[in-house]
């Protein structure tokens, strides 16, 4: 299946993501802030990114537009998976290159569908 990068700041946040996901045959790798998501995505090349907005530092936000803009990591698709529920929070998400937004809590089959939907219905590799 995938190779999905979890960017979370909250240990549970990431268990509950990497649980649900791990069922489904994904494979995890995991980054606490915006800028290590950078590193860990230029060495990893996940097939998926699951990015939280609020993180010390580089925001998701900026992690997803540095991201998108990026020639070697801008196919990397970005679902944002933020506690920030605001209409405006998900058309900035997108604007800066997310292909899809979650609002936390997610449902397990929420995120499985999006996921899907993202990878294109093949799951990734």
């Known amino acids: 299946m995938a190779k ?3 960017v979370d700041d909250s240990p549970t946040e990431v268990h509950i993501l990497r649980s649900a996901l791990v069922k489904y045959g994904h494979s995890i790798v995991t980054a606490t802030s915006g800028e290590e998501a950078l590193e860990v995505a230029r060495i990893e090349r996940p097939d998926l990114i699951l990015m939280d ?5 580089m925001n998701g936000f900026q992690a ?3 991201l998108s803009l990026d020639p070697e990591m801008k196919s990397i698709p970005v679902i944002v998976v933020s ?3 605001q209409e405006t929070d998900r058309i900035w998400g997108i604007r800066q290159g ?3 937004y979650l609002t ?6 929420t995120l499985i569908e999006s ?5 294109g219905g093949s799951g990734g590799r």
């Open 4 to 6: 999905i990068l979890i």
């Open 53 to 57: 907005v609020v993180m010390p530092g």
């Open 64 to 66: 997803t537009r540095k």
């Open 83 to 85: 506690n920030k529920s």
């Open 98 to 100: 997310a292909k899809d």
């Open 104 to 109: 936390k809590p997610v449902s397990e089959a």
């Open 115 to 119: 996921v899907r939907k993202v990878l």
